[in-house]
């Protein structure tokens, strides 16, 4: 059916933390959106109801847009059949694909549901993406730390059916997705379990090893946020087809925002490159300027595309800053006035860094005096310390950009093309859009000829163009008549909604959702015969999985309570001793400095937390060491009750009861 049998597609892979945001996500130009389920979803606070879902996958297919569930945190036993129940569930609801990390739901009896490769599964090698490919996954979700040229080395190991999905924008996890335990050892809250307590986004003194303070109080394991606006063109060529936003927990205005930003840098490729298509239908039509300073970031980062930069880390604060806006010139007892190019609102949102404390104000009311602005904020002046003259000041509000937002902020339509035609009885009006879906409506009519003949066409073009509120707009009309007849403004009407109505139906009847591709056989061999505790193997089904292909020493998961010693809580790719210009490799050839630098362990210390830092220069990883607190490993692994999801197809779950 479709226009791009012969060329490539590519997704803009849109989060939603409600099925409204994700109606906003696919408005605003997303081919796809991921959402969480009732359970199970990586983010314990952004789920949704099935019924929910199932409102969004119909929206969705109205474009052929996709609707991916997450499914991807590691799964207790006492869990593992509310998970199967739950992936019933979203097939019965039309979801297209489900995310998922725990490999034990592999060695379930579930319904033929695509299944893609949650970065949770720590997909950094060409053998581990292989493997995954293998098994029965159509999609798999890179590492973020992962170089183009990385990325291109995986494309080239696997099947041509797989594809490739990489992080675009948004929050960076500091450590390999699934490989951060920290927040279970201290809090007993799992990220792996979809809890994580952001212990990387805390405040850290830094000890060598002699004890002396390299750094104080910094947010040292706090990351930039992940922005590939430049690189999009270099992520295709390297085999990438999906591309992610990162956000669950966003809010509206940072969805439309951020999906907006991407859809116009992705359709200016597409634009260049017809080898390239989207994977959806429609064009969007923004009503608004795109702008990724806006909303909310700490600072931009290509992580390690382009290779590892010194300039990752946002140490001084783990909140959003913003843009610088002014300089101030003047404070009075009520109000401080500020140099700025850019215009200010009343409620903007403002701040500026004291002793290395960013302090936040609102703008309760702004003028413009000349060359200044004088600002009013909501707090009193004496509680605002440190704000003098010559201080720089940032707004991460930018109120009257915002409102802008929580208004009508982008229109998307399909392209149909239509022939008004007569016929032996009547009229007719065929439809075709731009997939190559094709509908006629007709109508009885006793065909009398135009009493001006010279605007009948016009008249007749005028009333077929009026699309509306539907999905639709008129690309190319044909008249196809034998001469100008008397054409009803109210049966040209009847023609266009008849014929709507049938072509909405026709494109979802269209709609192939795909099915779970088979895994290999015989079974795939896994790429190493043992794993420990950071594979997350928290089930038996996961064991059995495993076991089936190959691992023959088999640790249990971090969570079962196993590990009492001290571990890598944490494995990454950032180095704070490359960020603070201590690496060895950075030593190597600077004379009198070579041979100098060792990687040798350094301590973070936040309150009574002591971690160690290990360097792993042959991998240029660093490990976080650490121990689990003696109350959380004396608790009982962390489980929940089976939940029961009410299915929407209740007859079905006949067929379910097979395990």
């Known amino acids: 059916m479709s226009a791009h049998h012969s060329s490539q597609p590519l997704e803009l892979l849109a989060p939603a933390k409600t099925s409204a945001i994700g109606r906003e996500a696919i408005l605003h130009g997303a081919d796809a959106v991921y959402i969480g389920g009732p359970a199970f979803g990586a983010r314990d606070k952004a789920g ?38 739950l992936a019933y569930d979203c097939y019965d609801a039309g979801v297209d694909a489900l995310i998922v990390q725990d490999m034990g739901l592999l060695e379930l009896n579930l319904p033929p549901i695509d299944l893609h490769a949650s970065t949770q599964c720590d997909i950094r090698t060409p053998e581990k993406a292989r ?46 997705s699934g490989q951060c335990n920290i927040s279970h050892a201290h809090t007993g809250r799992s990220a792996n379990r979809g809890d994580c307590s952001q212990a990387c986004r805390l405040p850290y003194t830094l000890q060598d090893a002699q004890g002396r303070i390299v750094a104080f109080e910094k947010h040292l394991l706090s990351v930039k946020d992940n922005n590939q606006s430049a690189n999009l063109g270099a992520l295709i060529d390297a085999g990438v087809r999906s591309f992610k936003i990162e956000g669950r927990y966003k809010e509206a205005a940072y969805v439309k925002n951020i999906t907006g930003h991407y859809r116009r840098l992705l359709d200016g490729i597409l634009n260049e490159r017809p080898e390239l298509h989207a994977t959806s239908s429609g064009k969007t039509k923004l009503l608004f300027t795109p702008d990724p300073d806006k909303t909310f970031h ?45 215009d200010l609102s009343n409620s903007d949102g403002l701040n500026y860094l004291h002793k290395r404390e960013v302090i936040g104000l609102q703008a309760n009311v702004v003028e413009r005096k000349g060359k200044v602005w004088r600002v009013y904020p909501n707090e009193p002046m004496h509680a605002l310390h440190g704000l003098r003259p010559g201080l720089a000041i940032s707004r991460n509000r930018d109120h009257a950009w915002e409102q802008a ?87 040209a009407n009847k023609l266009r ?35 420990s505790f950071l594979a997350n193997v928290y089930n038996s089904a996961a064991r059995t999985f495993y076991a089936k292909h190959g691992v023959k020493l088999i640790e249990a998961a971090y969570e079962a309570h196993e590990e009492a010693g001290e571990v890598p809580l944490m494995i990454t790719r950032h180095c704070i001793r490359y960020s603070l210009s201590l690496c060895p490799k950075q030593a190597k050839g600077v004379i009198g400095v070579q041979g100098q630098v060792r990687a040798e362990p350094m301590t973070l210390i936040n309150g009574s937390e002591h971690l160690t830092l290990q360097f792993d220069c042959r991998n240029c990883e660093m490990h976080v060491m650490g121990k689990m607190k003696k109350h959380i490993l004396k608790a009982p692994p962390p489980s929940t009750v089976p939940i029961t999801f009410h299915p929407r197809q209740p007859e079905r779950q006949s067929k379910r009861s097979l395990a």
Not at 131 to 150: M, N
Not at 510 to 522: D, I, M, Q, S, T
Request: glycine share 6%; aromatic share 10%.
């Open 48 to 85: 949704n109801s099935l019924a929910d879902i199932a409102g969004l996958v119909e929206y969705a297919h109205r474009f052929h847009a996709r609707i991916y569930v997450t499914l991807n945190t590691i799964l207790h036993d006492a869990e593992l059949d509310a998970a199967r129940k």
């Open 131 to 176: 493997f995954l490919a293998d098994v029965g996954f159509s999609q798999i979700v890179l590492a973020r730390e992962l170089t183009i040229r990385e990325i291109a080395g995986v494309r080239a190991a696997v099947p041509a059916d797989t594809v490739i999905e990489h992080f675009i924008h948004g929050a960076l996890c500091v450590a390999y």
């Open 298 to 342: 700490r600072g931009a980062t290509d992580y390690f595309s382009n290779g590892r930069k010194a300039d990752i880390g946002a140490f001084d604060t783990p909140t959003f800053v913003g843009l610088e806006l002014g300089t101030v010139t003047q404070v009075g007892d009520k109000w401080f006035e500020m140099e700025s190019n850019e």
């Open 405 to 491: 937002l929580t208004k009508k902020s982008a229109e998307r339509r399909i392209r149909v093309d239509a022939v008004f035609a007569e016929t032996a009885d009547g009229f007719s009006l065929t439809l075709r859009d731009e997939d190559g879906i094709t509908v006629t409506s007709g109508a009885t009519f006793d065909k009398q000829p135009a009493q001006h003949p010279a605007e009948a066409e016009g008249s007749v073009r005028e009333h077929l163009a009026r699309f509306g509120n539907t999905d639709f707009e008129l690309g190319r009309l044909t008249v196809e008549w034998a001469q100008p007849w008397f054409v009803p403004s109210s049966l």
């Open 497 to 531: 909604r008849d014929a709507v109505e049938k072509l909405e139906a026709a494109r979802l009847k269209a709609w192939v959702r795909p099915l779970r591709k088979a895994a290999v056989e015989p079974p795939a061999k896994y790429p190493e015969e043992s794993l």
